[in-house]
């Protein structure tokens, strides 16, 4: 086991009156929350990519992360040494989950094959870490957007050797994830989409993207592997647009491609906001559709008009997930996986924690206000009463599909004009949600 974190606590939980910076205010992971804990319900997951190999580059400088257990060699010994780390700071935190890409835990090698053994050299010591602490992977991934090859896409790439790459790559990476007891696989197409029109065929592209999903769909069934396959909307960044671009973008592609029995969404916070929608429009248009799978939580910047992927702290944000959550009636496979990153700024070893232990509570608060939005009733009878017209008589007979129009319009004539027949009463609601947060 390794010790780089010797001088930080296992975080425990002290309650709001606590001003102990490395304690839980809010996250009491045994605390019972409609019956379910805490723990349950908000599956927290620390992702591998931002937190063990953020470097805290950006474009206009180089890397700025003080990470001492890591000597910025690309060899497997480093790598390993670098998971034990992973699973020291996860256990330390006591997030139940984790997730990663296939090239965050292993150097590429020069071919295929050398990177498939480095996995596997890296995946022995996830294993044992695994093991060792009880920590569990939340969904896995290949990193299909990284090297130079994807340039122009993977699924989506106009050169067929490089389709068959990544297959490649995913098959690999589904096989590390199963034998990891991975509860999920997430797609996420940085690259599958576009930077102009004028050299792009979208109906061929779309229909190469759909059939990587089918291959994959095919090898899960081959292997035996349960975990849920997710998608992951992002509209743009890196490319100018992605074909994933959002929940409803995603929705039709599955559905028009046979997919949405066997994909459900990992929806990420500023993804939305990248695609000029809020988390809890993306999260309701998801659960509509019973496809909300997981999500990754993190959140942008007002004044930033990019994936500047923050831990979210955001107290009506973590409401309105957890509430849609609530709703659905919880996570199955999936989790609130932080996909965030410190601030450049914020090079410290302990600022990882500080991090997380923030997006932690800030989720535990979010629940807990979601649950006390239920209990108090006042927002679910207003919304009840919104559409009670359609409980009995005429709404009830046409959501039967009893009336046509003919009919509906014998009812117009017979009736006052129906002006004004109800107040939507949003400020009301926002002074109940104010009240109760
Ligand atoms: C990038 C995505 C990515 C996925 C996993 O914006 O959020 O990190 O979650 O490939
Ligand atoms: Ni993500
Ligand atoms: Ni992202």
Redesign the pocket.
Known sequence: MSSYFSNIPKISYEGPKSKNPLAFKHYNPDELVEGKSMARHLRFSVVY?HTFRGAGSDPFGAGTMLRPWDDGSASVENAQKRARVAFEFIEKLGAPFYAF?DRDVAPEGATLAESNRNLDAVVKVLKEEQQRTGIKLLWG?A?LFANPRFLHGAATSPNTDVFAYAAAQVKKAMEVTHELGGEGY?F?G?REGYSTLWNTDIKRELDHLARFLHLAVDYKKQIGFKGQFYI?P?PK?PTKHQYDSDSAACLNFLREYGLLDHLKL?L?SN?ATLAGHTMHHECEVAAAANALGSV?ANAGDDLIGW?TDQFPTNLYLTTSVMLTVLKMGGFTTGGLNF?AKVRRESFEPVDLFYAHIGGMDAFARGLKAAAAIRADGRLGDIVKSRYASWDSGLGKSIEDGKETLASLEKHALSQPDPIQHGSGRQELIENIINELI
């Open positions: 990519w890409h991934t990193c997430t996420w940085g992951e992002k960044e990992n990420e993804h990754d994936d996909d």
